[in-house]
Protein backbone atom coordinates (compact mmCIF):
# COMPACT_ATOMS: atom_id res chain seq x y z
CA UNK A 1 0.00 0.00 0.00
CA UNK A 2 2.56 2.47 0.92
CA UNK A 3 4.74 1.79 -2.61
CA UNK A 4 1.19 2.54 -4.41
CA UNK A 5 0.85 6.10 -2.57
CA UNK A 6 4.28 6.99 -3.12
CA UNK A 7 3.71 5.87 -6.55
CA UNK A 8 0.62 7.71 -6.67
CA UNK A 9 2.09 10.88 -5.33
CA UNK A 10 5.17 11.00 -7.93
CA UNK A 11 2.82 10.67 -10.91
CA UNK A 12 0.87 13.48 -8.98
CA UNK A 13 4.23 15.39 -8.98
CA UNK A 14 5.57 15.18 -12.81
CA UNK A 15 1.86 15.96 -13.67
CA UNK A 16 2.36 19.18 -11.85
CA UNK A 17 5.73 19.59 -13.13
CA UNK A 18 4.77 18.96 -16.97
CA UNK A 19 1.56 21.63 -16.75
CA UNK A 20 3.46 24.60 -15.42
CA UNK A 21 6.36 23.64 -17.76
CA UNK A 22 9.56 23.42 -14.88
CA UNK A 23 10.82 20.71 -16.74
CA UNK A 24 12.94 22.27 -20.00
CA UNK A 25 15.84 19.68 -20.74
CA UNK A 26 14.44 16.33 -23.07
CA UNK A 27 17.93 15.25 -24.26
CA UNK A 28 18.91 13.73 -21.27
CA UNK A 29 17.64 11.38 -18.75
CA UNK A 30 14.71 9.18 -18.94
CA UNK A 31 12.69 8.65 -22.25
CA UNK A 32 9.36 7.75 -20.62
CA UNK A 33 9.74 10.97 -18.38
CA UNK A 34 10.40 12.95 -20.97
CA UNK A 35 7.36 11.60 -23.32
CA UNK A 36 5.47 11.92 -20.23
CA UNK A 37 6.26 16.00 -19.47
CA UNK A 38 5.88 16.99 -23.26
CA UNK A 39 2.54 14.71 -24.05
CA UNK A 40 0.75 15.68 -20.75
CA UNK A 41 0.59 19.55 -21.57
CA UNK A 42 0.33 18.53 -25.62
CA UNK A 43 -2.50 16.63 -24.94
CA UNK A 44 -4.27 19.22 -22.87
CA UNK A 45 -3.61 21.83 -25.69
CA UNK A 46 -5.48 19.31 -28.48
CA UNK A 47 -8.33 18.28 -26.36
CA UNK A 48 -8.78 22.38 -25.73
CA UNK A 49 -8.36 22.84 -29.18
CA UNK A 50 -11.00 19.91 -30.18
CA UNK A 51 -13.03 21.46 -27.71
CA UNK A 52 -13.52 24.13 -30.02
CA UNK A 53 -15.47 21.81 -32.60
CA UNK A 54 -17.58 19.88 -29.39
CA UNK A 55 -19.11 23.48 -28.26
CA UNK A 56 -20.05 24.81 -31.39
CA UNK A 57 -21.72 21.29 -32.50
CA UNK A 58 -23.54 21.44 -29.24
CA UNK A 59 -25.16 24.55 -29.36
CA UNK A 60 -25.47 24.68 -32.89
CA UNK A 61 -27.55 21.41 -32.98
CA UNK A 62 -29.99 23.06 -31.00
CA UNK A 63 -30.91 25.71 -34.61
CA UNK A 64 -31.08 23.61 -37.28
CA UNK A 65 -30.03 20.87 -39.16
CA UNK A 66 -28.83 22.82 -41.79
CA UNK A 67 -26.46 24.77 -39.24
CA UNK A 68 -25.32 21.78 -38.39
CA UNK A 69 -24.16 21.04 -41.76
CA UNK A 70 -22.87 23.92 -42.60
CA UNK A 71 -20.42 23.76 -39.99
CA UNK A 72 -19.83 20.46 -41.25
CA UNK A 73 -19.37 21.98 -45.02
CA UNK A 74 -17.26 25.27 -43.82
CA UNK A 75 -14.42 23.08 -41.55
CA UNK A 76 -14.02 20.89 -44.84
CA UNK A 77 -13.17 24.34 -46.45
CA UNK A 78 -11.12 25.11 -43.63
CA UNK A 79 -9.35 22.56 -43.37
CA UNK A 80 -7.59 24.04 -46.45
CA UNK A 81 -6.32 26.53 -43.75
CA UNK A 82 -5.20 24.43 -41.40
CA UNK A 83 -3.20 22.23 -43.89
CA UNK A 84 -1.24 25.65 -44.88
CA UNK A 85 -1.44 26.01 -40.52
CA UNK A 86 0.01 22.79 -40.04
CA UNK A 87 2.52 22.38 -42.69
CA UNK A 88 4.07 25.68 -41.85
CA UNK A 89 3.99 25.04 -37.84
CA UNK A 90 5.51 21.32 -38.92
CA UNK A 91 8.39 23.28 -40.22
CA UNK A 92 7.94 25.78 -37.04
CA UNK A 93 8.42 22.76 -34.45
CA UNK A 94 11.60 21.12 -36.10
CA UNK A 95 13.56 23.68 -37.11
CA UNK A 96 12.74 25.40 -33.43
CA UNK A 97 13.43 22.20 -32.24
CA UNK A 98 16.69 21.49 -33.86
CA UNK A 99 17.69 24.87 -33.24
CA UNK A 100 16.92 24.36 -28.85
CA UNK A 101 18.64 21.23 -29.61
CA UNK A 102 21.86 22.77 -30.61
CA UNK A 103 21.57 25.45 -28.02
CA UNK A 104 21.49 28.08 -30.06
CA UNK A 105 18.14 30.27 -28.78
CA UNK A 106 18.59 33.11 -31.15
CA UNK A 107 18.68 30.84 -34.24
CA UNK A 108 15.14 29.80 -32.68
CA UNK A 109 13.86 32.73 -32.04
CA UNK A 110 14.83 33.91 -35.53
CA UNK A 111 12.99 30.66 -37.32
CA UNK A 112 10.06 31.78 -34.89
CA UNK A 113 9.94 35.92 -36.62
CA UNK A 114 10.34 34.49 -40.16
CA UNK A 115 7.09 31.65 -39.91
CA UNK A 116 4.88 34.34 -38.04
CA UNK A 117 5.34 36.84 -41.20
CA UNK A 118 4.55 33.74 -43.45
CA UNK A 119 1.71 32.52 -41.68
CA UNK A 120 0.14 36.38 -41.32
CA UNK A 121 0.63 37.06 -45.37
CA UNK A 122 -1.01 33.37 -46.34
CA UNK A 123 -3.60 34.37 -43.95
CA UNK A 124 -4.37 37.48 -45.29
CA UNK A 125 -4.75 35.86 -49.07
CA UNK A 126 -7.29 33.36 -47.58
CA UNK A 127 -9.35 36.04 -45.51
CA UNK A 128 -10.36 37.97 -48.84
CA UNK A 129 -11.97 34.89 -50.60
CA UNK A 130 -13.79 34.18 -47.30
CA UNK A 131 -15.31 37.49 -46.95
CA UNK A 132 -16.26 37.93 -50.69
CA UNK A 133 -17.20 34.49 -51.97
CA UNK A 134 -19.29 32.35 -48.58
CA UNK A 135 -22.07 31.89 -50.70
CA UNK A 136 -20.09 30.60 -53.46
CA UNK A 137 -17.82 28.05 -51.00
CA UNK A 138 -21.46 26.43 -49.82
CA UNK A 139 -22.16 26.29 -53.28
CA UNK A 140 -19.05 24.59 -54.26
CA UNK A 141 -19.21 22.02 -51.68
CA UNK A 142 -23.05 20.96 -52.60
CA UNK A 143 -25.12 23.10 -49.82
CA UNK A 144 -28.68 23.42 -50.74
CA UNK A 145 -30.00 27.31 -51.19
CA UNK A 146 -31.23 27.04 -48.46
CA UNK A 147 -28.36 25.80 -45.98
CA UNK A 148 -26.76 28.60 -47.59
CA UNK A 149 -29.22 31.56 -46.93
CA UNK A 150 -28.59 30.39 -43.40
CA UNK A 151 -24.81 29.52 -42.97
CA UNK A 152 -23.45 31.77 -45.38
CA UNK A 153 -22.04 34.03 -42.54
CA UNK A 154 -20.99 31.59 -40.87
CA UNK A 155 -18.19 30.56 -43.48
CA UNK A 156 -18.09 34.50 -43.89
CA UNK A 157 -16.46 35.14 -40.68
CA UNK A 158 -14.35 31.96 -39.78
CA UNK A 159 -12.51 32.07 -43.04
CA UNK A 160 -11.87 36.21 -43.20
CA UNK A 161 -11.09 35.80 -39.50
CA UNK A 162 -8.62 32.65 -40.23
CA UNK A 163 -5.56 34.57 -39.04
CA UNK A 164 -6.63 33.59 -35.69
CA UNK A 165 -6.38 30.20 -36.45
CA UNK A 166 -3.55 30.48 -38.57
CA UNK A 167 -1.05 32.47 -35.76
CA UNK A 168 -2.68 29.97 -32.93
CA UNK A 169 -1.27 26.50 -34.58
CA UNK A 170 2.14 28.37 -35.67
CA UNK A 171 3.36 30.02 -32.54
CA UNK A 172 1.81 27.52 -30.46
CA UNK A 173 4.13 25.01 -32.44
CA UNK A 174 7.06 27.30 -31.66
CA UNK A 175 6.35 26.53 -28.12
CA UNK A 176 6.30 23.25 -28.89
CA UNK A 177 9.51 23.01 -30.81
CA UNK A 178 11.21 24.98 -28.04
CA UNK A 179 9.85 22.36 -25.25
CA UNK A 180 7.79 24.84 -23.68
CA UNK A 181 4.30 22.64 -24.66
CA UNK A 182 2.55 23.90 -21.36
CA UNK A 183 2.76 27.66 -22.54
CA UNK A 184 0.94 26.37 -25.73
CA UNK A 185 -1.61 24.58 -23.25
CA UNK A 186 -2.46 27.35 -21.07
CA UNK A 187 -3.02 30.15 -24.33
CA UNK A 188 -5.50 27.18 -25.66
CA UNK A 189 -7.06 27.18 -22.25
CA UNK A 190 -7.82 30.87 -22.31
CA UNK A 191 -9.13 31.02 -25.67
CA UNK A 192 -11.81 27.79 -24.73
CA UNK A 193 -12.92 29.76 -21.38
CA UNK A 194 -13.47 32.66 -24.13
CA UNK A 195 -15.38 30.19 -26.06
CA UNK A 196 -17.92 28.45 -23.93
CA UNK A 197 -18.69 31.79 -22.54
CA UNK A 198 -19.34 33.71 -25.83
CA UNK A 199 -20.80 31.02 -27.69
CA UNK A 200 -23.98 31.02 -26.59
CA UNK A 201 -24.34 34.80 -25.91
CA UNK A 202 -23.79 35.10 -29.98
CA UNK A 203 -25.77 32.02 -30.84
CA UNK A 204 -29.09 32.95 -29.21
CA UNK A 205 -28.16 36.41 -28.25
CA UNK A 206 -27.77 38.03 -24.82
CA UNK A 207 -28.76 41.36 -23.47
CA UNK A 208 -27.54 44.06 -26.63
CA UNK A 209 -25.89 41.07 -28.62
CA UNK A 210 -28.64 39.82 -31.03
CA UNK A 211 -29.22 36.39 -31.92
CA UNK A 212 -26.67 35.70 -34.69
CA UNK A 213 -27.69 32.03 -35.36
CA UNK A 214 -24.89 29.60 -36.23
CA UNK A 215 -22.97 33.09 -37.56
CA UNK A 216 -22.52 33.35 -33.48
CA UNK A 217 -20.38 30.63 -33.24
CA UNK A 218 -18.22 31.98 -36.13
CA UNK A 219 -17.95 35.28 -34.16
CA UNK A 220 -17.53 33.56 -30.19
CA UNK A 221 -14.95 31.40 -31.09
CA UNK A 222 -12.82 34.03 -33.38
CA UNK A 223 -13.07 36.13 -30.28
CA UNK A 224 -11.68 33.21 -28.26
CA UNK A 225 -8.82 32.56 -30.81
CA UNK A 226 -8.01 35.92 -31.28
CA UNK A 227 -7.52 36.54 -27.81
CA UNK A 228 -5.04 33.51 -27.08
CA UNK A 229 -3.16 35.17 -30.35
CA UNK A 230 -2.32 38.39 -28.81
CA UNK A 231 -1.27 36.71 -24.97
CA UNK A 232 0.77 34.12 -27.64
CA UNK A 233 2.81 37.69 -28.92
CA UNK A 234 3.01 39.01 -25.43
CA UNK A 235 4.07 35.69 -23.90
CA UNK A 236 7.22 35.95 -26.92
CA UNK A 237 7.70 39.76 -26.64
CA UNK A 238 8.20 39.69 -23.01
CA UNK A 239 10.49 36.59 -22.95
CA UNK A 240 8.31 34.46 -21.16
CA UNK A 241 9.20 31.08 -22.94
CA UNK A 242 12.61 29.83 -24.53
CA UNK A 243 11.60 31.90 -27.46
CA UNK A 244 12.11 35.96 -26.99
CA UNK A 245 11.18 37.88 -29.89
CA UNK A 246 12.70 41.73 -29.81
CA UNK A 247 11.45 44.67 -32.03
CA UNK A 248 15.35 43.59 -34.00
CA UNK A 249 13.80 40.59 -35.05
CA UNK A 250 11.11 41.69 -36.84
CA UNK A 251 13.00 41.86 -40.57
CA UNK A 252 13.06 39.43 -43.56
CA UNK A 253 16.01 37.02 -43.40
CA UNK A 254 16.00 35.44 -46.43
CA UNK A 255 17.97 32.45 -45.68
CA UNK A 256 15.68 31.45 -42.89
CA UNK A 257 12.48 32.06 -45.00
CA UNK A 258 13.79 29.93 -47.59
CA UNK A 259 14.56 27.05 -45.05
CA UNK A 260 11.23 27.21 -43.19
CA UNK A 261 9.57 27.40 -46.53
CA UNK A 262 11.87 24.36 -47.95
CA UNK A 263 10.86 22.38 -44.97
CA UNK A 264 7.14 23.50 -44.55
CA UNK A 265 6.41 22.55 -48.78
CA UNK A 266 6.62 18.80 -47.81
CA UNK A 267 4.08 19.46 -44.87
CA UNK A 268 1.62 21.52 -46.89
CA UNK A 269 1.63 19.23 -49.58
CA UNK A 270 1.34 16.33 -47.21
CA UNK A 271 -1.78 17.57 -45.46
CA UNK A 272 -2.87 19.51 -48.70
CA UNK A 273 -3.29 15.94 -49.78
CA UNK A 274 -5.12 14.43 -46.36
CA UNK A 275 -7.61 17.43 -45.80
CA UNK A 276 -7.84 17.68 -49.44
CA UNK A 277 -9.15 14.12 -49.27
CA UNK A 278 -11.72 14.91 -46.43
CA UNK A 279 -13.54 17.88 -48.51
CA UNK A 280 -13.71 15.02 -51.28
CA UNK A 281 -15.41 12.80 -48.81
CA UNK A 282 -17.45 15.44 -47.30
CA UNK A 283 -18.89 15.98 -51.02
CA UNK A 284 -19.55 12.51 -51.79
CA UNK A 285 -21.59 11.91 -48.31
CA UNK A 286 -23.50 15.36 -48.95
CA UNK A 287 -24.84 12.98 -51.75
CA UNK A 288 -27.27 11.47 -49.17
CA UNK A 289 -28.79 14.44 -48.12
CA UNK A 290 -28.46 16.74 -44.80
CA UNK A 291 -29.18 13.64 -42.38
CA UNK A 292 -26.20 12.10 -43.39
CA UNK A 293 -24.23 14.61 -43.72
CA UNK A 294 -25.07 16.03 -39.77
CA UNK A 295 -24.37 12.81 -38.24
CA UNK A 296 -21.11 12.65 -40.33
CA UNK A 297 -20.25 16.00 -38.97
CA UNK A 298 -21.28 15.31 -35.44
CA UNK A 299 -19.44 11.80 -35.46
CA UNK A 300 -15.94 13.75 -36.72
CA UNK A 301 -16.12 16.18 -34.09
CA UNK A 302 -16.93 13.63 -31.44
CA UNK A 303 -13.36 11.90 -32.95
CA UNK A 304 -11.63 14.70 -33.20
CA UNK A 305 -11.96 15.37 -29.38
CA UNK A 306 -10.24 11.86 -28.70
CA UNK A 307 -7.98 11.72 -31.75
CA UNK A 308 -6.34 14.62 -30.37
CA UNK A 309 -4.58 13.09 -26.95
CA UNK A 310 -3.03 11.28 -29.83
CA UNK A 311 -1.88 14.12 -31.65
CA UNK A 312 -1.13 15.47 -28.17
CA UNK A 313 1.28 12.46 -27.90
CA UNK A 314 2.76 12.75 -31.85
CA UNK A 315 3.65 16.72 -31.29
CA UNK A 316 5.77 15.32 -28.19
CA UNK A 317 7.60 12.33 -30.62
CA UNK A 318 8.04 15.09 -32.99
CA UNK A 319 9.67 17.79 -30.49
CA UNK A 320 11.96 15.03 -29.12
CA UNK A 321 12.91 13.70 -32.49
CA UNK A 322 14.16 17.35 -33.31
CA UNK A 323 15.81 17.93 -29.69
CA UNK A 324 17.75 15.09 -29.76
CA UNK A 325 18.97 15.19 -33.55
CA UNK A 326 19.86 18.67 -32.73
CA UNK A 327 22.06 17.10 -29.86
CA UNK A 328 23.38 14.33 -31.92
CA UNK A 329 21.35 11.59 -30.02
CA UNK A 330 19.71 9.75 -33.17
CA UNK A 331 19.03 6.42 -31.35
CA UNK A 332 17.29 8.32 -28.56
CA UNK A 333 15.09 9.64 -31.15
CA UNK A 334 14.17 6.65 -32.71
CA UNK A 335 13.27 4.94 -28.80
CA UNK A 336 11.32 7.83 -27.98
CA UNK A 337 9.46 7.50 -31.17
CA UNK A 338 8.37 3.74 -30.50
CA UNK A 339 7.67 4.32 -26.93
CA UNK A 340 5.26 7.20 -27.67
CA UNK A 341 3.61 5.69 -30.32
CA UNK A 342 2.70 2.45 -28.08
CA UNK A 343 1.34 4.16 -25.29
CA UNK A 344 -0.89 6.21 -28.01
CA UNK A 345 -2.04 2.96 -29.26
CA UNK A 346 -3.14 1.82 -25.45
CA UNK A 347 -5.42 4.82 -25.21
CA UNK A 348 -6.86 4.45 -28.59
CA UNK A 349 -7.64 1.05 -28.09
CA UNK A 350 -9.51 1.90 -24.67
CA UNK A 351 -11.09 4.92 -26.74
CA UNK A 352 -12.26 2.69 -29.79
CA UNK A 353 -14.41 0.12 -26.98
CA UNK A 354 -16.20 2.77 -25.83
CA UNK A 355 -17.26 4.13 -29.09
CA UNK A 356 -18.19 0.30 -30.42
CA UNK A 357 -20.30 -0.08 -27.20
CA UNK A 358 -21.83 3.12 -27.00
CA UNK A 359 -22.52 5.35 -30.37
CA UNK A 360 -25.85 5.74 -30.41
CA UNK A 361 -25.89 6.89 -26.82
CA UNK A 362 -22.73 9.76 -27.69
CA UNK A 363 -24.07 11.13 -30.83
CA UNK A 364 -27.26 11.64 -28.96
CA UNK A 365 -26.01 13.64 -26.85
CA UNK A 366 -26.01 16.17 -29.57
CA UNK A 367 -29.01 15.56 -31.58
CA UNK A 368 -32.81 13.90 -31.13
CA UNK A 369 -32.61 13.33 -34.93
CA UNK A 370 -33.69 9.28 -35.42
CA UNK A 371 -31.77 9.40 -39.34
CA UNK A 372 -29.12 11.74 -38.06
CA UNK A 373 -28.12 9.60 -34.82
CA UNK A 374 -28.49 6.23 -37.10
CA UNK A 375 -25.71 7.77 -39.50
CA UNK A 376 -23.58 9.26 -37.10
CA UNK A 377 -23.52 5.96 -35.09
CA UNK A 378 -22.47 3.97 -37.83
CA UNK A 379 -19.92 6.35 -38.77
CA UNK A 380 -18.30 6.24 -35.41
CA UNK A 381 -18.37 2.78 -35.15
CA UNK A 382 -16.64 2.07 -38.30
CA UNK A 383 -13.71 4.42 -37.99
CA UNK A 384 -12.98 3.53 -34.43
CA UNK A 385 -12.79 -0.01 -35.38
CA UNK A 386 -9.14 1.39 -36.88
CA UNK A 387 -8.12 3.36 -33.72
CA UNK A 388 -5.22 1.13 -32.08
CA UNK A 389 -3.83 1.53 -35.74
CA UNK A 390 -4.52 5.38 -35.95
CA UNK A 391 -2.76 5.45 -32.76
CA UNK A 392 0.77 4.09 -33.75
CA UNK A 393 0.25 5.97 -36.89
CA UNK A 394 -0.07 9.84 -36.00
CA UNK A 395 3.08 9.71 -33.81
CA UNK A 396 5.12 7.78 -36.71
CA UNK A 397 3.81 10.29 -39.07
CA UNK A 398 4.78 13.26 -37.33
CA UNK A 399 8.08 11.49 -35.81
CA UNK A 400 9.15 12.04 -39.64
CA UNK A 401 8.11 16.08 -39.61
CA UNK A 402 10.36 16.41 -36.04
CA UNK A 403 12.93 15.61 -38.34
CA UNK A 404 12.38 17.82 -41.14
CA UNK A 405 11.74 15.17 -43.26
CA UNK A 406 8.16 16.41 -44.75
CA UNK A 407 8.62 14.52 -48.14
CA UNK A 408 8.01 11.12 -47.04
CA UNK A 409 4.87 11.46 -44.83
CA UNK A 410 3.26 13.37 -48.22
CA UNK A 411 4.04 10.61 -50.15
CA UNK A 412 2.40 7.68 -48.12
CA UNK A 413 -0.14 10.19 -47.95
CA UNK A 414 -0.33 10.72 -51.34
CA UNK A 415 -0.87 7.31 -52.16
CA UNK A 416 -2.67 6.27 -49.00
CA UNK A 417 -5.85 8.75 -49.73
CA UNK A 418 -5.71 10.06 -53.10
CA UNK A 419 -4.66 6.56 -54.96
CA UNK A 420 -6.86 4.36 -52.53
CA UNK A 421 -9.22 6.43 -49.52
CA UNK A 422 -11.23 8.43 -52.44
CA UNK A 423 -11.26 6.13 -55.45
CA UNK A 424 -12.60 3.33 -53.03
CA UNK A 425 -15.13 5.72 -50.98
CA UNK A 426 -16.81 6.64 -54.33
CA UNK A 427 -16.98 2.89 -55.55
CA UNK A 428 -18.29 1.77 -52.64
CA UNK A 429 -20.28 4.56 -51.45
CA UNK A 430 -22.15 5.44 -55.21
CA UNK A 431 -21.23 2.66 -57.86
CA UNK A 432 -21.93 -0.41 -56.09
CA UNK A 433 -24.56 1.64 -53.63
CA UNK A 434 -23.28 0.80 -50.15
CA UNK A 435 -24.16 4.86 -49.48
CA UNK A 436 -22.29 6.54 -46.50
CA UNK A 437 -20.94 3.02 -45.29
CA UNK A 438 -18.45 3.14 -48.22
CA UNK A 439 -17.41 6.10 -47.11
CA UNK A 440 -17.07 5.19 -43.47
CA UNK A 441 -15.04 2.24 -44.35
CA UNK A 442 -12.81 3.77 -46.41
CA UNK A 443 -11.40 6.23 -43.81
CA UNK A 444 -10.47 3.02 -41.60
CA UNK A 445 -8.92 1.09 -44.21
CA UNK A 446 -6.33 4.33 -45.76
CA UNK A 447 -5.51 5.30 -41.65
CA UNK A 448 -4.64 1.30 -41.16
CA UNK A 449 -2.64 1.46 -44.58
CA UNK A 450 -0.94 4.45 -43.58
CA UNK A 451 0.16 3.05 -40.12
CA UNK A 452 1.74 -0.22 -41.56
CA UNK A 453 3.31 2.10 -44.21
CA UNK A 454 4.55 4.41 -41.91
CA UNK A 455 6.13 1.82 -39.59
CA UNK A 456 7.93 0.19 -42.56
CA UNK A 457 9.82 3.34 -43.57
CA UNK A 458 10.39 4.31 -40.11
CA UNK A 459 12.31 1.30 -39.67
CA UNK A 460 14.98 2.20 -42.37
CA UNK A 461 16.31 5.09 -40.13
CA UNK A 462 16.33 7.42 -43.11
CA UNK A 463 15.21 10.52 -41.34
CA UNK A 464 17.49 10.25 -39.14
CA UNK A 465 19.79 12.36 -41.45
CA UNK A 466 18.15 15.05 -42.70
CA UNK A 467 19.26 18.41 -42.38
CA UNK A 468 17.08 21.30 -41.08
Known amino acids: MQSKTISFKQLFNYFKIAVTGKEKEFTTGSIRRAVFMLSIPMILEMLMESIFAIVDIFYVSQVSVNAVAT ?21 ATAIVARRIGEKDNEGASQ ?3 QVIMLGI ?14 KEILGLMGGEPDLIAEGYGYTQVLLGGNITIMLL ?35 F ?41 GIKDIVLRTSIMLNIIRVSLGGIGQFLIGTSSWVFLMRIVSEFGSEVLAGYTIAIRVMMFTLMPAWGMSNAAATLVGQNLGANQPERA ?28 IISWFTIETEVIKNGSLC ?31 YINFVCFWLFQLPFAYAFAVTLGYGPLGVFVSITLAEVLIAIVGMI ?12
Not at 121 to 134: C, E, K, M, R, T
Not at 192 to 200: E, F, K, Q, S, V
Not at 218 to 225: D, S, V
Not at 457 to 468: A, D, E, L, M, S
Open 169 to 203: FLINAIFRGAGDASVAMWTLIVSNGLNIILDPMFI
Open 334 to 361: EKSVWKTGKYAAIFMGVVSVIYLVFAPE
Open 457 to 468: WFKKGRWKTVKV
Open 71 to 91: IGLTESVITLVYAVAIGLSMA
Open 111 to 113: AAV
Open 205 to 245: GFGPIPAYGVEGAAIATTIGRGTAVVLQLVILFYGWSKIKI
Open 380 to 410: LRVIAAGYIFYGYGMVIINAFNGAGDTKTPT
Open 121 to 134: AVALIISVFGILYP
